[in-house]
């Protein structure tokens, strides 16, 4: 549920107005979620400026198909598979994934585990965001967001194996990047449980 907002003391309250294009429900919609759904953006356009215009293309969509929206699961959820959705649609049209993905296949086995641990940490959020596009849209996809390989492949018009050494090529720059950070002066000690983290998930 929503926190109390003038006009609107819940969610469905606040989804009924939307459905009926009151603007200040846009208005309130838009307050609540922008700055989770800019993050999300981000994570797959490294570039602000990108990542705010992806969002504000999300929220139209949004206003768009709400009356597609059947309250049954997570409305933050659903906006922000949208979100998702249009990130992509973004970085294929500028062709940006395709830039690194290679073609031999590498097994990996989902490890769910480590997005709810690890990638909660804004350190390696960054080093996630610092990786190379194409590496980078897979391993929020995979890591992030929960798809399954099968999924990804078809979203990006991908081989599973593709997605699969997008992926395991993403970790491995992790890793490195994360030993790197741990011979900086006085980081030894905040970096270790990112190794351990990293060697648990990829077991």
């Known amino acids: 549920m929503l926190r109390l907002i003038p006009f609107f003391t819940t969610e469905s309250q606040l989804i009924a107005a939307l459905k009926r294009g009151e603007g200040r429900a846009h208005k309130v919609v838009y307050e609540r979620f922008a700055g989770k759904m800019l993050a999300v953006c981000t994570r797959y356009c490294a570039n602000r400026d990108d990542a705010e215009e992806v969002m504000l293309d999300g929220f139209m969509r949004v206003f768009e198909k709400i009356s597609q929206f059947r309250e049954d699961g997570s409305f933050e959820g659903w906006i922000r598979r949208i979100m998702v959705t249009e990130s992509l649609m973004f970085l294929r049209k500028n062709k940006q994934w395709r830039q690194e993905i290679p073609i031999e296949e590498v097994t990996v086995e989902p490890d769910y585990e480590w997005a709810d641990t690890a990638l909660n940490e804004n350190e390696l959020l960054r080093m996630v965001n610092q990786l190379p596009d194409g590496y980078r849209t897979i391993f929020n996809l995979y890591a992030i967001e929960g798809y399954a390989h099968a999924e990804i492949a078809e979203m990006l018009g991908i081989s599973e194996g593709t997605s699969k050494s997008q992926l395991s090529r993403a970790r491995t720059m992790l890793q490195a990047n994360l ?17 351990k983290t990293y060697r648990k998930a990829s077991n």
Not at 179 to 195: A, S, V
């Open 179 to 195: 030993r790197k950070l741990e011979q900086e002066p006085g980081r030894r000690g905040q970096t270790e449980h990112y190794e």
